[in-house]
């Protein structure tokens, strides 16, 4: 089945370092791939997605790459802020042929502290 | 706009006890799915509902059921609950079941924590 495997954390960074998270997936076909963001106390947000290999995702500083040949979709921001700590979840939602497309599977998440 | 809503926010129940988890749709969207998140995991899928029917199911047992009602808001029952079931229960709304071949994004809620004791 369709697995998300993730960086272990936690990370802790200085403000305006350089942040990679990285995530490598299992899946038939060619799945869609997300990042997700979870604050303190709320609910998950989408970050970014790519739907197609070669798709980079980006928003708000942040940017993934789909990349087919290594299976990969890891996270980057060139300088993070206070404001990115958070535990971030790389997810994928399978090929249609492999039946399930209708649902999420997620990695075990990474926290994100960064410092000032 | 309204988000997706879900209530109650926090639920305490023993061993045993049966539970129920409610949640609002994003207005227009017809798509439910829920997620259970245990502490320090990823969330995992547990059922989606579309236009009242199931449509898809995770690996959870029988005590796991859930429905969708006329106004595409649902609920999530667990039966005769467990320690383990303790967890973060996710409430996430996509206006299709994403079965048209094409991927519809998802929006989550604040979730439902539900202790067992």
């Known amino acids: 089945g369709d697995s998300v495997t993730q960086m272990e954390g936690p990370v802790t960074l200085s403000e305006e370092a350089f942040l990679t998270i990285n995530c490598t997936y299992t899946?038939?076909?060619?799945?869609?791939l997300f990042w997700y963001v979870q604050y303190p106390g709320e609910g998950l947000q989408l970050l970014l997605k790519?739907?197609?290999?070669?798709d980079k995702g980006s928003n708000k500083g942040f940017e993934a790459t789909y990349r087919k040949e290594t299976t990969s979709f890891h996270l980057e921001k060139g300088s993070v802020q206070v404001s990115d700590s958070a535990v971030y979840f790389c997810?994928?939602?399978?090929?249609?042929?492999?039946?399930?497309?209708?649902?999420?599977?997620f990695g075990s998440g990474t926290q994100l502290t960064v410092l000032p | 706009d309204a988000g997706v809503t879900q209530s109650p926010t926090h639920l305490i129940k023993t061993r045993g006890q049966q539970v129920t988890l409610r949640c609002s749709p994003i207005?227009?969207?017809?798509?439910v799915s829920w997620y259970q998140q245990v502490l320090g995991q990823g969330p995992q899928f547990i059922f989606q509902?579309?236009?009242?029917?199931?449509?898809g199911r995770g690996n959870f047992p029988d005590r796991f059921s859930a429905r969708q009602f006329p106004n595409y808001s649902s609920e999530l029952n667990v039966n005769a609950l467990l320690l383990g079931d303790s967890a973060l229960y996710l409430c996430?709304?996509?206006?299709?079941?994403?079965?048209?071949?094409?991927?519809?994004?998802?929006?989550f809620g604040p979730g439902t924590r539900l202790t067992v004791l």
């Open positions: 996430a709304s996509s206006l299709a079941s994403g079965f048209r071949g094409s991927y519809n994004e998802q929006f």
């Open positions: 899946a038939t076909g060619y799945p869609s």
């Open positions: 790519a739907t197609k290999a070669d």
């Open positions: 997810a994928l939602s399978g090929d249609f042929s492999s039946g399930s497309a209708r649902q999420l599977t």
């Open positions: 207005s227009g969207h017809k798509s």
């Open positions: 509902y579309y236009e009242k029917e199931e449509r």
